[in-house]
């Protein structure tokens, strides 16, 4: 009945205050970084060089550029976050060594407008609006897989 919905008791609502619960305050001390890291802040060690960049870093340069973020895009579409993720993983002296199947020459031309044909045993490109330059590299025997490399920066961003 409708009178016996209304006497029952209403349960508080969560109220905030500006004084902090004990349960807040125990939670707020344990995300404290551990003494040893106290007030200092981390840095790259100086002598394995610079750091390897993240995919979202390479993401973001890529991503400056509109031939080159169409290029990363239909690269993902291709091989899928987890091939973005090992490019980026193994890259070496601010190149990726990419993954190349029957769709990359396409995805090449529609990007940059260079055929990758048959006749092309070598060929060295770059991008025309931010310059970031390309290399492939096709397998000297069947047995081996062609190669493509391309800058993680461009030149004129270095």
């Not at 939670?27 to 200092?40: E, L, T």
């Not at 169409?70 to 291709?78: E, I």
């Not at 193994?90 to 407008?113: A, F, I, R």
């Amino acid at each position: 009945t409708p009178s016996s919905e209304a006497a029952a008791p209403l349960s508080e609502p969560d109220v905030e205050t500006a004084v902090p619960s004990p349960v807040a305050q125990k939670d707020k001390a344990s995300r404290k970084p551990p003494s040893s890291a106290k007030g200092r802040k981390e840095r790259p060690s100086r002598r394995g060089g610079k750091t390897q960049p993240t995919l979202r870093q390479v993401t973001d340069r890529f991503a400056a550029c509109g031939r080159c973020s169409y290029f990363w895009a239909g690269y993902r579409v291709l091989f899928g976050e987890e091939g973005l993720e090992t490019a980026v993983n193994q890259s070496e002296s601010g190149w990726l060594d990419l993954n190349w199947n029957l769709q990359m020459p396409d995805l090449v031309h529609k990007t940059y407008g260079v055929r990758l044909d048959v006749a092309h045993f070598h060929y060295e490109g770059c991008c025309d609006e931010c310059r970031r330059h390309f290399v492939f590299e096709a397998a000297k025997s069947e047995d081996l897989e062609d190669r493509f490399h391309i800058e993680i920066s461009p030149r004129m961003a270095k």
